[in-house]
């Protein structure tokens, strides 16, 4: 490591305004994302409803970047073939919501789509060790999922040295991502921990600066990380 052009930030739409998403996609494009982070919740695995499919394909047509897919629903493996049709390039699905992991990501891989698995706070990394080498990317949930603009739990700091030191450990090219309260405070430190790629929603989408001020306050963070 030593540039903090290494570091890919994700855009996460929740914290969009739904009736600019395109335009919103687009600039946040343009301002040097490096993935578009889409939160699916479906009112069980967390609380809130938001976007399906239907969203992706919409999406689609406004950027080239990879979208990143988070899935946070039940039973993923029976919705994946409608994000992979949509367009989607990472799928991540929850742990703790699909014992039959290595399905859903074989089914990603098999379409040419990367594989991910997130993981909630409260779930140890040690559930993902027969599956890791096979993942493209593993989400360590930094707040508990369903909402944006929480607080970053800094216990997550050690979870994310750890996981990092168990892919290097491995030799394995793993992305490590983060998602939750992700800000240019928190940044430099995530990073410095062993977080690749970081997801990000208040702090990119609101209303006290353009999201590529904001991607430029993140990314002018990492300088210091190393
Ligand atoms: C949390 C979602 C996040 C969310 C992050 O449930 O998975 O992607 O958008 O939002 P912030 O960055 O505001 O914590
Ligand atoms: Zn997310």
């Known amino acids: 490591m030593g540039s903090s052009q290494k570091i890919k930030l994700a855009p996460s739409i929740l914290s969009a305004d739904f009736g600019r998403l395109g335009e919103q996609v687009a600039e946040a494009t343009k301002a040097g994302a490096d993935y578009i982070h889409i939160d699916v919740m479906d009112g069980h695995f967390v609380p809130q409803i938001t976007v399906g499919a239907l969203v992706v394909t919409a999406i689609r047509k406004w950027t080239k970047l990879p979208l990143d ?10 919705q994946i073939s409608q994000f992979i049709d949509a367009g989607a390039d990472i799928i ?21 789509i990367k594989a991910g698995v997130a993981l909630n706070p409260g779930t140890p990394i040690d559930t993902l060790a027969e599956v890791l080498p096979y993942l493209d990317l593993v989400l360590v949930l930094t707040v ?11 216990a997550m700091l050690d979870k994310v040295a750890h996981l990092r030191a168990e892919l290097d450990r491995k030799n394995l090219a793993t992305e490590l991502a983060v998602d939750g309260g992700i800000n240019a405070n928190v940044a430099p430190r995530v ?10 929603g208040s702090a990119v989408f609101n209303s006290e600066q353009t999201i590529s001020e904001a991607l430029g306050k993140i990314r002018s963070s990492l300088e210091v990380a190393f």
């Open 69 to 78: 897919v988070h899935l946070m629903i039940e039973e993923p493996e029976q």
């Open 144 to 154: 508990n999922p369903g909402f944006g603009g929480q607080t970053f739990i800094e």
């Open 92 to 112: 991540t699905c929850h742990i703790e919501a699909c014992p039959d992991i290595h399905r859903v990501v074989h089914r990603a891989k098999k379409a040419g």
């Open 191 to 200: 990073v410095r921990a062993g977080a690749r790629v970081l997801a990000a």
